[in-house]
């Protein structure tokens, strides 16, 4: 493990834990996310390019996510995300893959991509946060600007 890893897993693994843990308690969905770009693209560009993918989501299907993300290293650059469906607590929410991989395609031109719907029920918070915070190529981090109010530190999940 690098030392920038080491300096940013811990508050990543918290922000991660968070996230879960008030998901599978309230029955929230939640989708593991991973996107690719393709060979010679700019990976600079994928974070602004995850943030438009999530900004055509309402209009596609009518929901919204909160979302935590890393960029990685990995091949030709990858974004991690987790993203968490506040709008369908208990709920069971379904978006289509192949109408994602294609809006990911249309925006970034990658092919890869995998949207995987977590069952609240089978996952650990912590195995899940901790697999999510310690990649290994990773790059930085960012997060939708309502993560931190809805599971930051003054959320009851840390605070419990």
């Known amino acids: 493990m690098s030392n920038r890893l080491r300096k940013n897993y811990m508050p990543l693994y918290l922000a991660a834990f968070a996230g ?20 010679g693209s700019d990976q600079s560009l994928l974070p ?8 055509r989501l309402p ?8 979302y935590l993300a890393v960029r990685t290293g990995e091949s030709n650059g990858v974004i991690h995300a ?11 929410l379904y978006l289509p893959g192949r109408e994602l991989t294609a809006m990911w395609t249309e925006i970034n031109g990658g092919l890869s991509s995998r949207f995987l719907r ?4 089978k996952y650990r918070p912590g195995q899940l946060a901790q697999y999510f915070a310690d990649q290994k190529w990773f790059i930085r981090s960012f997060q939708s600007t309502a993560y931190w109010r809805e599971f930051g530190p003054e959320s009851d999940v840390i605070a419990a």
Do not use: M, N
Not at 22 to 35: A, G
Not at 59 to 66: E, K, N, R, T, Y
Not at 82 to 92: A, Q
């Open 118 to 121: 977590g069952d609240f029920v």
């Open 82 to 92: 987790l993203w968490f469906f506040k709008s369908h607590i208990g709920r069971s």
């Open 20 to 39: 879960l843990s008030r998901c599978k308690r309230d029955s929230i969905p939640v989708f593991w996310v991973t996107l690719s770009s393709p060979v």
């Open 59 to 66: 209009d596609a299907f009518g929901v919204s996510p909160l």
């Open 48 to 55: 602004d390019q995850h943030r438009e993918l999530v900004r």
